[in-house]
């Protein structure tokens, strides 16, 4: 069993923040899967419909990971929120450099 795999990439996450929680790696690996992948990036809604979170839910997994939180203090600063020009009221999700770090350093454990 590759539970060894499980544990070091969990190992990688907490090296970045110690709260990194197992739900916002989902939403993390779902970000850096789909920039991958080469589609546009995903927005905030798109949590709702792929993993079933409330919109509040998947809107603070995205501000933990994004680099300031709510209470204004360092986030983890994997992934940058930007409006999108065509429609103000979504926000599009893309990985920042050390966003790309990690999900490399991911990869890397998993082949």
């Avoid at 680099?67 to 065509?86: F, K, S």
Wanted: aromatic letters at 6%; proline letters at 2%; charged letters at 25%.
């Amino acid at each position: 069993m590759e539970t060894n795999k499980l544990n070091l990439i969990l190992d990688l996450c907490k090296s970045v923040d110690e709260s990194f929680r197992v739900t916002t790696l989902q939403i993390f690996l779902s970000i850096a899967d789909n920039e991958y992948l080469g589609n546009d990036p995903l927005m905030i809604t798109d949590f709702t419909k792929l993993h079933h979170f409330t919109l509040a839910a998947a809107s603070r997994h995205c501000m933990l990971l994004s680099e300031t939180r709510r209470q204004r203090d360092d986030g983890m600063a994997l992934i940058q929120i930007t409006i999108n020009p065509l429609s103000r009221n979504q926000k599009l999700l893309t990985l920042t450099t050390k966003g790309k770090r990690l999900y490399d350093s991911i990869r890397a454990v998993l082949t």
